[in-house]
């Protein structure tokens, strides 16, 4: 199982929102980039890097930070947040970012994501996340008519390799995830990355026993609940 230590971006600063709550957020450092080789010297495969500011507005307004942290580390990058256009996706790519995820834009715009998928295959990823049920849009400010289920099984029809899943109930509350979810989209297979409430070194062990293929944890690396390097 891979472990993806996040790395959320909002006015070019590290930070983490509870409940996907914009107003309730924790600034964890101005240097997201010393933060991301401090997981790498850690021995981290993987980054997961989510441009806030996109997510919301879907402009990538982060760009230069995310510039840096590609320039410092040597690790792979994943990256979401305001990518709904051909022309930014295919600029995040061409700048060295290993695999990026749609979010708004899957659902909006499913002619763009087979576009995508198609043409460059599992560097393309799709972050599900769910809101009592239903998958929500826009930095989880808007709420669809969507199940969020279905949406990852039409997902695996397009063709899409790998899915970030949130709980966003769970998302920052150091309360543990919502397995069952992940087991049950597991089974559909695809790359199902665990997401929301990774708060504990057994959280990561149930996931790594139920064949999770990977987990995002963040709120619980800069609070010291989870030492990154102990479960690498």
């Known amino acids: 199982m891979i472990i993806f230590p996040a790395i959320d971006l909002k006015d070019g600063k590290a930070v983490r929102l509870s409940k ?4 309730r957020v924790d600034v964890f450092s101005d240097k997201p980039w010393e933060v991301a080789k401090g997981f790498e010297e850690k021995g981290a495969e993987w980054i997961h890097l989510v441009d806030l500011d996109g997510a919301k507005d879907g402009e990538n307004k982060n760009l230069d930070v995310i510039k840096k942290i590609r320039e410092v580390v040597n690790v792979k990058l994943q990256l979401g947040g305001g990518i709904r256009t051909l022309e930014t996706a295919e600029m995040l790519l061409n700048m060295g970012i290993d695999r990026i995820i749609l979010g708004t834009a899957a659902i909006e715009n499913p002619d763009l994501l087979k576009v995508l998928v198609e043409k460059y295959k599992e560097k393309i990823a799709v972050s599900v996340d769910e809101k009592n049920g239903k998958a929500a849009t826009k930095g989880w400010l808007e709420e669809s008519s969507i199940d969020a289920f279905d949406l990852c099984k039409s997902l695996k029809e397009i063709g899409v390799k790998t899915i970030i899943y949130t709980d ?4 920052g509350m150091m309360a543990g995830p919502n397995f069952d979810a992940y087991v049950k989209i597991n089974k559909l297979g695809v790359d199902v990355i665990a997401s929301g409430g990774v708060s504990a070194p057994e959280d990561i062990a149930v996931l790594r026993k139920a064949d999770i293929y990977g987990a995002i944890v963040g709120k619980a690396i800069y609070l010291g609940k989870i ?5 690498l």
């Open 227 to 231: 030492k990154l390097e102990e479960v």
């Open 168 to 171: 966003i109930s769970k998302d």
């Open 20 to 23: 996907g709550d914009f107003n």
